[in-house]
């Protein structure tokens, strides 16, 4: 396991380029964010990668042959039209890691300090913090939601706040692979020692040691 994770499996997984303040929701594997695959017998095997607008048309409302299309199209910037990006086997993609740690419960005071509320301790490894399903309230520590919350609310009284608590992970690499079902997936690039030098995430073996 990665030295930059709580526990193993992550939560869920996001494409790097993705994550900001509007970062789409994490999916189970990287393997889930290829909405297409083009046969892995193809002079140049590739997938389309699902893309960071959820709003946009994805693989399931534009029409097999469509996205077919744009498997076959040299123009890898063909795959926004219907949100996504178009990768060849080989190449390297990079994820973060998501980790949902729960919730804790915090009294926050008119003057911005903060005190737990909770019976259970937070947990350490929280470096993300956001008010209960509330995404514009994103922090980096209790301290700063703490401050924000009576600032915004002008708090006259002591008021209990609910928190969302994540830990993101640094980049983490995967290369595009056929397994050997000839099916294209993501493999974990070993970039860091863990607890199995062989260890993939979510992804398929490949064909050979070499991917």
Known sequence: MRA???????????????????????????????????????KTPHALLAGSDESLPTRSNVPADVAQALLSAPDAG????????KIAAGQIVSFLAFFDLGKTDIL?????????????P???????FCELGDGETLAFSLD??????????RLSEPEMVTVD???????????LAIGKDGTLGFLQVVDEPTTNEAETIGAPEPETTEA
Do not use: K
Request: proline content about 12%; charged content about 20%.
């Open 4 to 42: 930059d994770f709580p526990f193993s499996p992550p939560t869920g997984w996001v494409p790097s380029d993705y994550a900001d303040e509007i970062s789409p929701p994490p999916r189970d594997t990287p393997n889930d964010w290829i909405i297409e695959r083009s046969n892995a017998h193809a």
């Open 78 to 85: 063909l795959g926004h039209l219907i949100g996504g990006t």
């Open 108 to 120: 926050v005071a008119p003057d911005g300090t903060w005190s737990s509320a909770d019976t259970l």
């Open 122 to 128: 937070i947990d350490p490894s929280a470096t993300m």
């Open 144 to 153: 700063e939601i703490a401050r924000n919350h009576a600032d915004t609310i």
């Open 165 to 175: 608590l994540w830990h993101w992970s640094d980049d983490v690499p995967f290369v």
